[in-house]
């Protein structure tokens, strides 16, 4: 709409930025003055600076693209009254918010949109960057946002924050672009820089401040165990992430081991321990995730059952007692007989592993493979 827009009524002049201003103050006028269309008349006229013809506000709060009246019902309104027009959409309020102020092109600019009112209302912040202006007078300019939120790159991955990208539309269409993405340092580095928060990073607690002592040897800072590495992960979200492969690994030897007909309840519990082991989680949160997987894999039920049972831990065989020493009898020893020669013997053969001993020494192997590799390459 052209700016330095202008109405007039009550005998004062106001300088509005939009046709929507100039409906919602001559509504806001009509209804707190309580008059009627034959005492304040039908509606008011928007003018632009040089006092031509914009649009006409009816008394009802309509705007019209002519002059007259439209008293032979052919015309459409221009725009609804206030109180007619449907609830503002996510796309309207972010174009609404962009026109607010002015914005500088080909920057990144820091803009938070509220949608819906009352309980409904939502907010979302973003960074949005205009990369030119508007060109034949015909389209909105298209808009790129970016928007830090919890989401999860695999659907078997813990949630955490990725870096989402969207575009406006000159048709006031929102549109993703790409596929969301793991935020880099700069991408954490520029949201705080706007004001805004990474979701799931935890507020860090003021320190209390301590008295005065006597000057003592400086210790090195402890680990910061919410420090995040290259790819934005803390220390909890590497832990659980190592569970999970873990999970999905054991899960899928059970369940191939089922489908062959070569599952062997015995082995379950001692193979999860050695998983544990290796992967440095606890046996038990393996044991529950592991657990939670078969219960969601759409096993048959008795074969679920199966693995329940051999999952239980009150159920896992007791290790053998030692046998009692034998009680030592003193007696005069008998004449020693000649030494017979020694037969000769083959060493003896290595104990079978069993599946679970199997499997982690295949992860062994494949982990060293995977450092020469890196180490040739």
């Given at each position: 709409m052209p700016a330095g827009l202008r109405v007039t009524f009550g005998g004062k002049t106001y300088e509005v930025q939009s046709v929507e201003e100039a409906q919602a103050k001559w509504v806001e006028f009509r209804d707190r003055?309580?008059?009627?269309?034959?005492?304040?008349?039908?509606?008011?006229?928007?003018?632009?600076?040089?006092?031509?013809?914009?649009?006409?506000?009816?008394?009802?709060?309509?705007?019209?693209s002519t002059e007259d009246d439209g008293r032979g019902g052919a015309e459409k309104p221009l725009r609804a009254a206030p109180d007619e027009q449907q609830p503002e959409t996510r796309e309207q309020a972010i174009r609404r918010t962009w026109a607010s102020a002015p914005r500088p092109v080909n920057q990144w600019t820091p803009m938070t949109v509220s949608v819906g009112e009352g309980d409904a209302?939502?907010?979302?912040?973003?960074?949005?960057?205009?990369?030119?202006?508007?060109?034949?007078?015909?389209?909105?300019?298209?808009?790129?946002?970016?928007?830090?939120?919890?989401?999860?790159?695999?659907?078997?991955?813990?949630?955490?924050p990725l870096m989402f990208t969207f575009k406006l539309t000159g048709e006031?269409?929102?549109?993703?672009?790409?596929?969301?993405?793991v935020p880099t340092a700069e991408d954490i580095a520029q949201w705080e820089g706007a004001g805004f928060t990474v979701p799931g990073k935890k507020a860090?607690?003021?320190?209390?401040?301590?008295?005065?002592?006597?000057?003592?040897?400086?210790?090195?800072?402890?680990?910061?165990?919410?420090?995040?590495?290259?790819?934005?992960?803390?220390?909890?979200?590497?832990?659980?992430?190592?569970?999970?492969?873990?999970?999905?690994?054991?899960?899928?030897?059970?369940?191939?081991?089922?489908?062959?007909?070569d599952f062997a309840a015995d082995e379950v519990m001692p193979g999860l321990r050695l998983f544990a082991e290796q992967s440095k989680v606890p046996a038990d949160e393996l044991r529950q995730e592991v657990l939670t997987r078969i219960r969601k894999s759409g096993m048959k039920r008795g074969d679920i059952k199966r693995v329940e049972k051999a999952l239980d831990p009150t159920k896992e065989a007791a290790p053998k007692p030692s046998p009692a020493p034998a009680v030592e009898r003193v007696s005069t020893p008998?004449?020693?007989?000649?030494?017979?020669?020694?037969?000769?013997?083959?060493?003896?053969?290595?104990?079978?592993?069993?599946?679970?001993?199997?499997?982690?020494?295949?992860?062994?192997?494949?982990?060293v493979l995977k450092q020469l590799l890196e180490c040739l390459g």
């Open positions: 003055s309580g008059a009627g269309v034959s005492e304040i008349g039908n509606g008011i006229r928007v003018t632009d600076g040089a006092g031509r013809f914009v649009a006409r506000i009816s008394y009802n709060g309509r705007a019209w209302r939502r907010s979302n912040d973003m960074l949005v960057i205009q990369r030119k202006a508007r060109g034949d007078g015909q389209a909105d300019s298209v808009l790129t946002m970016r928007v830090l939120r919890m989401g999860r790159l695999l659907a078997s991955d813990p949630p955490e006031n269409k929102v549109e993703q672009v790409g596929r969301a993405r860090e607690a003021p320190k209390p401040a301590k008295p005065a002592e006597e000057s003592k040897p400086v210790e090195a800072p402890a680990a910061d165990r919410d420090a995040q590495d290259r790819q934005g992960l803390r220390e909890e979200d590497r832990r659980a992430r190592t569970l999970a492969s873990a999970a999905e690994e054991l899960t899928s030897q059970i369940q191939g081991d089922i489908a062959e007909n008998p004449a020693p007989a000649p030494a017979p020669e020694p037969a000769p013997t083959n060493p003896p053969a290595p104990a079978a592993q069993t599946r679970p001993e199997r499997l982690i020494e295949l992860r062994k192997r494949q982990s």
